[in-house]
């Protein structure tokens, strides 16, 4: 703070510490506060609100432990974006690894030039694009009919086989970028005088390579999961009968129920779902904060 | 030998199909647009037809949904880049241990759910009888957006050097003089980046504008309402155009990157022939 005053006096300073003040307190800290102060809270008429009834309780957690239904939709929404988050891992790891050491710098700026393209399109048409690929008369079915792999039509939206097309292509660049950014600070010297030194290509990759991309990895698994288990669109885009997701539950207290308090207490439940995800990677890969968001 | 050049096609390969996939379904999506079939598809193809950009330029409800895109993306522009701008310089000039406690609570926006971001701030001006509007949806958005431009404008810092500053300060310099003249010239390239990254983030943003917006449109909730009511082709008119400006502004900024590093590589190596 001293150097800042020295560098740009008290004027300038005041008014970046107001901005980032402002930020801080106004749009992070005390709106989170807040929902979690407002799933405490009961829902009542308006004429009650501040009255004897309007209490504290756990009634709006318990909503949630006592669902058998909602329990079941929050697990499956942790597993299937964890297996999103797999997928995704395994896709594209070889992809930065090729990326970064084998092709050209060029062509892979060519080829992430490319790449913008369906990044910057927003998610909502990238889940679009499958719903029209994945119908029963869609291109899909027809290229493989025409092929002969199969005879007949497939339904491909059943269950959560829909939303885990739509989600894997909708994050799978948010594990891309950061892996290919640690693979490419690694030397390749290292790779070489690995090989030199006798390891074969799998022990190269698990001895060097992968150990060295650890922080691409980690952001890369806390970005899909996140964005996958916070999905709005893409499971409502690509949904089958029997596949919900815990945001169109949230969605339902808020906009069907208009009950925010139960609401808050649902996305309260899922905000500490994704700092549990980015704790246990940060153990387990050991990480630090700074490594993840860069 | 023969192995090696098997792996390298191979790669190759892996590489060419990964690229196919992720750019034929936005083929796909596109083409549907031009396609005369009433139900969004490629196949089969029933001819060509302009019709579903006719009825898109008649759409009224389109046109507000645009508009109120535009001004909310300008909007987290123009608070989210000088927040995230001045929120690196104070994090680049505090010790270590103050740093990553701000830098943790800088960062945490990123990492939260969407929806979770757009319901806290909706209960936040609630508190103070602010209603649902776009007004919260641009407050949700400036949330996490300034994270983005502080974390481009922090990476920006580390190749600045101090030591100007110190010298324009000894020279008589004022501290606005130092900001206006020294710091922000060096921080340009990363505020540019940073507010083109703001703007497409806003453009595309649905889960923190779903929970905030009130009754307004913007684009994204307008295609999301369209995909649930009644598909027509008219989206995918819609998602052809959004690619086509997608498409026009990625080699905009790659001529820009190409002209930019041609002339740090011509200051590195001038001709001495």
Known sequence: ?294 | MTAEKFGRWAMRAYLAIFLIYMLLPLAVMGGAGLNDSRFPSVYPWKGFTDRWFVDLWADERMWGAMLNTGWVALAVVAISVPIGTAAAIMLNSLQSKSRSFLYGFMVAPILTPGAVIGISTLLFWNNFGVSAGLHLSIMGQVSFIAAYVMLLVLARLQSFDPGLEEAALDLGASHGQVMRRILVPHLYPAIAAGALIAFFQSVENFNVTLFTRGNSDTLTVYVGSKIRSGITPTINALALLLIAVTIILAAVYEVLRRRDAARKAALIAPEDA
């Open chain 1, 1 to 294: 703070m001293q150097e800042m005053l020295r560098r740009y006096g008290y004027g300038l300073t005041f008014i970046m510490s107001l901005l980032v003040a402002f930020w801080l307190l106004a749009m992070v800290v005390v709106p989170n506060i807040i929902l979690l102060e407002f799933s405490f809270r009961p829902y009542l008429p308006m004429v009650d609100v501040g009255g004897p009834k309007d209490v504290y309780s756990f009634n709006n957690y318990l909503t949630f432990f006592t669902s058998p239904i909602h329990i079941e939709v929050f697990f499956k929404t942790v597993i299937y974006s964890s297996l999103v988050t797999g997928i995704c891992l395994i896709i594209t790891y070889p992809l930065a690894y090729i990326l970064s050491k084998v092709v050209k710098p060029t062509d892979a700026a060519t080829i992430f030039l490319m790449l913008l393209v369906p990044l910057w399109v927003s998610e909502i048409l990238r889940s679009f694009a499958w719903f029209i690929i994945l119908g029963n008369t869609g291109p899909l079915n027809a290229l493989l009919l025409y092929v002969g792999l199969i005879e007949k039509p497939v339904r491909w939206i059943v269950n959560y086989q829909g939303v885990i097309f739509g989600l894997v292509y909708a994050y799978i660049l948010f594990m891309l970028f950061p892996i290919y950014n640690a693979i490419s600070a690694l030397d390749t010297n290292q790779i070489e005088a690995s090989k030199d030194l006798g390891a074969g290509t799998i022990r190269t990759h698990w001895r060097v390579v992968i150990p060295h991309s650890k922080p691409g990895i980690a952001s890369g698994c806390v970005m899909v999961f996140m964005l996958s288990a916070g999905s709005v669109i893409v499971p409502s885009t690509l949904a089958s009968t029997n596949s919900r997701w815990f945001t169109e539950v949230i969605q339902q207290w808020m906009f069907e129920g208009l009950d925010w308090q139960v609401g808050s207490a649902y996305a309260f439940l899922l905000l500490v779902l994704c700092i549990m995800f980015v704790s246990i990677v940060m153990r387990v890969l050991n990480v630090r904060l700074v490594d993840i968001a860069k």
